[in-house]
């Protein structure tokens, strides 16, 4: 099974940056997935690391340990529109993803 | 590219009726596609696991002659709540894998499921 581990919530001001951390203990990984969703919408791909090491894509980075089991998202520059759930999953070895609570981040001006 | 669609975007229903949702990729062939379902300020659960051409595979605790799932073509998956009850109510999201050896999943955009 999947233990997927993130904080519930997080406010930051406008501009700011926020950083999410998410910790996993899986009996399978391919990879590491961070999608955002807006209320009472689908979720939206943001991210995937395979490989130790920083992704970077515009204003969202993200950072995987595979030895530690942990992750985080950066989000840099924060705008209004930032405000939404950001969902940590991870791929097992039959495709399945396991997703975390996910993290409500607020962003306040 | 990559685009998932369902249908309906929601629903209402009477208690112990049954209710289609489809999900289509519609600009890619999805030999996986997979079933969740999301309960308001929860996460997404994993309910099934759908392969073209063969049966779902059900996830523990999903009840699989409750939640029919169908996925007779590699561009369609049906999910079939079958005698809704009030506790089926929910946020259905379906997804689909874009090709072998590829982890990602593409969300549809959910359907919004209240059974009165």
């Known amino acids: 099974g999947q233990n997927i581990d993130q904080p519930t919530e997080m406010t930051a001001t406008e501009g700011a940056i926020v950083q999410i951390n998410c910790t996993y203990q899986t009996s399978g990984f391919n990879g590491l997935f961070w999608y955002q969703q807006h209320a009472g919408e689908a979720p939206t791909f943001l991210s995937y690391?395979?490989?130790?090491g920083l992704e970077e894509k515009g204003r969202f980075s993200s950072f995987l340990s595979r030895s530690k089991g942990y992750s985080y998202l950066l989000l840099k520059e924060l705008q209004m529109k930032d405000s939404a759930s950001y969902l940590c999953?991870?791929?097992?070895?039959?495709?399945?993803?396991?997703f975390g609570a996910g993290t409500t981040v607020t962003v306040r001006a | 590219g990559a685009v998932v669609s369902q249908h309906p975007s929601w629903v209402i229903c009477k208690s112990g009726t049954s209710v289609k949702i489809e999900c289509r990729s519609l600009?890619?062939?999805?030999?996986?596609m997979f079933w969740y379902r999301q309960f308001p300020k929860q996460s997404l659960m994993l309910m099934a696991t759908?392969?073209?051409?063969?049966?779902?595979?059900?996830e523990q605790g999903v009840e699989k002659d409750k939640f029919l799932i169908n996925h007779a073509s590699l561009t369609l998956s049906t999910l079939t709540v079958t005698s809704a009850h009030p506790e089926d109510s929910s946020f259905y999201i379906c997804?689909?894998?874009?090709?072998?050896?590829?982890?990602?999943?593409?969300f549809g955009p959910g359907t919004r499921l209240t059974v009165t």
């Open positions: 999953a991870v791929s097992d070895g039959d495709y399945k993803l396991s």
């Open positions: 997804s689909a894998r874009l090709a072998e050896g590829v982890y990602e999943q593409y």
């Open positions: 759908s392969n073209e051409g063969s049966k779902a595979t059900y």
């Open positions: 690391n395979v490989l130790d």
């Open positions: 600009d890619f062939q999805a030999t996986t």
